[in-house]
């Protein structure tokens, strides 16, 4: 896929082939190249191109694949915990934030592995207020949740209380 992006191959020009070798009265597109005289002419590219109708599938699915992928909306959230959650029988915890997304309160939970689940316990005692950043999904029956925050850390720890 990679190749045919550096070669110059875009998503609708992929698209526009398959329209063409899709039509029923097409058993083959081929294409010539020549080159603009001011160009000098490269002796190692291919000179014409054939695409068989039997490409059209492959075709479509390069279409497809060459869409850009939806960029993941990473959110920031400041909030004091709620609640801690840690099982002795697994490696993660959860904590909840109260916080406010798109102008209404609620709760967040933020899962936890690691150095941040054993911070978590002195967090909530001292009753901590969290920044937390990433990806909010929306867990039926459960509520908003951060299954891989990028950031989990005391507000105080940020560069805005740091001492001077």
Known sequence: MEDLITA???????????????????????????????LESNSTL???????????????LTAKKMRPSPKKHTESFTGPIVQLRDEESLTFGEVKIQTVRKGRSCEIAVLLSDDNLRNSHEWFSTKETLVVE?????????????SSPARVQPLRETMLFSAE
Not at 134 to 146: D, M, N, R, Y
């Open 8 to 38: 110059g191959v875009s998503r609708e020009m992929v698209a526009a082939v398959h329209d063409i070798v899709s039509a029923e009265a097409v058993s083959v597109f081929s294409a010539e190249f020549l080159w603009a005289a001011a």
């Open 46 to 60: 291919p000179k014409s191109v054939s695409i068989a109708a039997g490409a059209a599938d492959l075709l479509g």
């Open 134 to 146: 990433g990806e909010v999904t929306s867990i039926p029956g459960k509520g908003l949740h951060i």
